[in-house]
């Protein structure tokens, strides 16, 4: 066998490999799917190890539908049991840590699965392909060691950003620190007594980025309604609202560890520090939540 000859069977030998690679397969629970980078040895994820990956969804007609590379925040999902047979998590559970794959799920399928109408971007019998690359798999406690860790990293990081933007406006000698970290700095005091724990408020506000770009507000509309204690708005309201009085304004400068904290939410994206102008209109008593009860998630 000469050289050409050698050159051109490694070149098929290459070629079967690359095509075998990205082949579509099926497995026996009727999943379609195409593996594109796989190690053997790395660290598959297990039932309840929380995975973090990029996705990009597409329905049958190759339109995309979410793209996490663009949104600037990965998935993290933790690995629950497939719901159904030729599910998104049975794949996942066949990824490990830098693995990137395809899924081809049948969108009649799975939306009967969730019990839920077929969306009008996506056709009868059409399929959906989930587009994955694996940063992580962690269990539970390195999770939260993690999250654990970087939110110490984080406080000190925001606490310098929060430093620089009062100095750079003039506002040192205004700001009330907290013990949180949370600054508060007043506008009109208010009268009476401070509202606390358990008691219903009405607000009007307007949140904003440091860079004065303004990203929610009711103001000219209905006064929003909540309950202190209740897990009804981010850590950082609760608090603030306790520092003002009935008619009292002010500006609420909030770490992202009191707000949203290291995940993107809708237009705001994840470590920010945010600026809320708080004004009180109101507040009646009520009861104050009893010790130990859940405090549901922060949702403004």
Not at 220 to 236: D, F, H, N, W, Y
């Amino acid at each position: 066998m000469n050289l050409k000859t050698i050159g051109y069977a490694v070149g098929i030998t290459i070629l079967a490999a690359a095509c075998n690679k990205y082949r579509t397969q099926v497995n026996e629970n009727g999943l379609k799917y195409q593996l594109f980078d796989h190690d053997d040895d790395a660290r598959k994820a297990k039932l309840g190890d929380i995975m973090s990956f990029h996705l990009v969804l597409k329905n049958g007609a190759d339109s995309t539908l979410r793209d996490t590379y663009k949104e600037g925040t990965p998935v993290k999902m933790v690995l629950q049991a497939p719901p159904f047979k030729g599910s998104f998590e049975e794949g996942l559970a066949m990824l490990a840590t830098g693995d990137s794959a395809k899924f081809m799920i049948n969108a009649d399928t799975l939306f009967a699965k969730m019990m839920q109408p077929l969306p009008p971007m996506i056709k009868k019998g059409s399929e959906l392909t989930f587009t994955v690359k694996v940063l992580s798999v962690l269990t539970s406690e390195e999770f939260q060691k993690q999250q654990s860790e970087s939110g110490v990293k984080q406080k000190t990081v925001d606490a310098k950003i929060i430093e620089d933007y009062l100095a750079k406006n003039n506002l040192k000698g205004k700001a009330q620190k907290t013990a949180s970290g949370l600054y508060y700095i007043p506008e009109v005091e208010g009268a009476g007594p401070n509202p606390t724990q358990g008691d219903n408020v009405k607000a009007f506000y307007s949140g904003q980025f440091l860079d004065g770009k303004e990203f929610d507000s009711n103001k000219g509309k209905e006064p929003l309604q909540l309950t202190i204690g209740a897990g009804m708005v981010i850590p950082g309201w609760e608090e603030g609202l306790m520092l003002m009085k009935k008619g009292g304004k002010g500006t609420l400068i909030i770490p992202s560890g009191l707000a949203y904290g290291p995940e993107t939410y809708g237009p705001i994206p994840g470590n920010s520090v945010l600026k809320f102008e708080m004004e009180l209109i109101d507040f009646s008593k009520g009861q104050a939540p009893q010790p130990g009860a859940p405090a549901g998630p922060p949702t403004r």
